[in-house]
């Protein structure tokens, strides 16, 4: 579970030495990679406390701690604003970097945030976390442009380097978007075998909509109950003080339960169903 790699990693400290910690910016590279490992899984635990210390010691930015507050905070508008101001000075050559973090908030005095240049960890950081204010946000074109533009091929989004996060945010960004239904469609319809078994497992609440959508209502209930099962499986031990735990995978419930009714009476005209049922072959 991702509470049991926390503590395994934490308590092994992954080759991590306390005088690396201590000075985060001379970090090597697999250091540095073993500790954003460590903030991803704090932060998929909602240990916000533990997270933003992570996040202070390897920072070299205050752009990363402001924008992981906010996004903490559920402010995502301003969390994204962050990070396009951190990623659009990347294309400024010699940018002052530490200029921009004495001119910044309070937090820039936080060890950890000392005006040099991000590193790569820090940039990928930024633009997962601007794909996730993005989704919050309800912004499912840009959501489906950005994943594009790095993805240019769908059929890629299975490649070990793009399947988290962009396979889930291609499905996502198509899925609420009635105009991307016949591009999903396509791209659901050529999958290999092994890819619909990795859809399946790992989105079964999109699939039972895209089913209702096209109609297949023996699929669609198939998905249901598929996501039903994982959900007992992911719900029984977590503890009952895992509030917020608890809180997110009801509403994830709430997508399945809510969902392929409304895409049931609402999605779709009767116009357009038959253009958009799934043929048999």
Same mark, same amino acid.
């Given at each position: ?14 080759? @991590? ?11 090597? $590279? ?8 460590? +903030?991803?899984?704090? *932060? ?13 010691? @390897?920072?070299?930015? %205050?752009?990363?701690?402001e924008a992981l507050e906010n996004e903490l905070k559920g402010d995502w508008a301003t969390a994204l604003r962050i990070y396009e101001e951190g990623l659009s000075? #990347? ?18 005095? *936080?060890?950890?945030? $000392?005006? =040099?240049?991000? !590193? ?15 989704? *919050? ?5 840009? #959501?489906?442009?950005? !994943? ?7 059929? $890629? ?5 793009? @399947?988290v996060p962009y396979l889930r945010h291609f499905i996502t960004s198509h899925v609420k978007e009635e105009k991307n239904w016949p591009e999903l469609f396509k /791209? ?28 297949? /209502?023996?699929?669609a209930r198939h998905f249901v109950m598929k996501y039903h099962h994982t959900f007992v499986e992911e719900w029984a031990p977590l503890h009952p003080l895992a %509030?917020?735990?608890? =809180? ?14 409304? +895409? ?13 049922? *799934?043929?048999?072959?």
């Amino acid at each position: 579970s991702s509470a049991a790699a926390a503590s395994s990693l934490s308590k092994s400290g992954s080759g @991590i030495s306390q005088d690396a910690f201590e000075n985060s910016n001379l970090l090597p $590279d697999k250091a540095e990679s073993d500790w954003n490992q460590l +903030a991803r899984l704090y *932060k998929s635990l909602r240990e916000d406390d533990i997270l933003l210390g992570i996040s202070e010691k @390897i920072s070299r930015t %205050t752009t990363t701690r402001e924008a992981l507050e906010n996004e903490l905070k559920g402010d995502w508008a301003t969390a994204l604003r962050i990070y396009e101001e951190g990623l659009s000075h #990347l294309d400024e050559p010699g940018y002052n970097w530490e200029s921009s973090a004495s001119s910044s908030s309070s937090s820039s005095s *936080k060890s950890g945030s $000392d005006g =040099h240049a991000p !590193t790569p960890s820090e940039i990928e950081q930024w633009e997962e976390g601007k794909l996730v204010c993005i989704e *919050k946000l309800g912004k499912w074109d840009a #959501l489906r442009q950005h !994943t594009l533009m790095e993805v240019p091929d769908p059929q $890629d989004l299975f490649g070990e380097q793009y @399947i988290v996060p962009y396979l889930r945010h291609f499905i996502t960004s198509h899925v609420k978007e009635e105009k991307n239904w016949p591009e999903l469609f396509k /791209f659901l319809d050529c999958l290999s075998p092994e890819q619909r078994d990795i859809l399946e497992l790992r989105y079964p609440a999109d699939l039972a909509i895209v089913s209702v959508v096209r109609q297949d /209502f023996d699929r669609a209930r198939h998905f249901v109950m598929k996501y039903h099962h994982t959900f007992v499986e992911e719900w029984a031990p977590l503890h009952p003080l895992a %509030t917020s735990a608890r =809180h997110r995978k009801l509403q994830t419930a709430g997508s399945v339960s809510i969902g392929p009714s409304r +895409a049931r009476s609402n999605m779709l005209s009767s116009s357009q169903r038959p253009s958009l049922r *799934k043929t048999s072959t």
